[in-house]
């Protein structure tokens, strides 16, 4: 069992920079692959980035290719994600995901295990 604690989110401008931490309970954090989605209103919940269990492999959607970073660290249990050159595009609800899966995914249903989501908002 793995609980989830998201935090870090909050109003930006445009171009600027969040990081976004999420904090694991539960002794096998080492072992899940751990993602981030986003969810706009009015929009499906949709992949952002994820990392291994050893973080030696990440993923990332597209349009957060080169701008966003996903980190973690097995011996304090979080994972992070490093949000730069932020667009209004990205105003959205984060959720940090843990899957019991040992490769990386992008599809919400691989993942087991959510926290309860922190609010970004970046105006223009």
């Known amino acids: 069992q793995v609980q989830l604690v998201e935090s870090g989110g909050g109003l930006v401008q445009a171009g600027g920079s969040l990081r976004l931490s999420c904090a694991a309970s539960?002794?096998?954090?080492?072992?899940?692959?751990m993602g981030w989605f986003r969810q706009a209103p009015g929009k499906e919940r949709e992949f952002v980035a994820a990392?291994?269990?050893?973080?030696?492999?990440?993923y990332y959607a597209d349009s957060v290719k080169g701008r966003f970073t996903i980190s973690r660290d097995n011996a304090k249990n979080t994972v992070t994600l490093q949000m730069n050159s932020l667009k209004p595009e990205d105003t959205a609800v984060y959720y940090c995901?843990?899957?019991?899966?040992?490769?990386?995914?992008?599809?919400?249903?691989?993942?087991?295990?959510w926290g309860q989501g922190t609010q970004v908002t970046v105006s223009s």
């Open positions: 995901a843990a899957s019991e899966y040992s490769t990386v995914d992008v599809t919400t249903k691989r993942y087991g295990y």
């Open positions: 990392i291994n269990w050893s973080g030696g492999s990440t």
């Open positions: 539960g002794r096998t954090f080492g072992s899940h692959t």
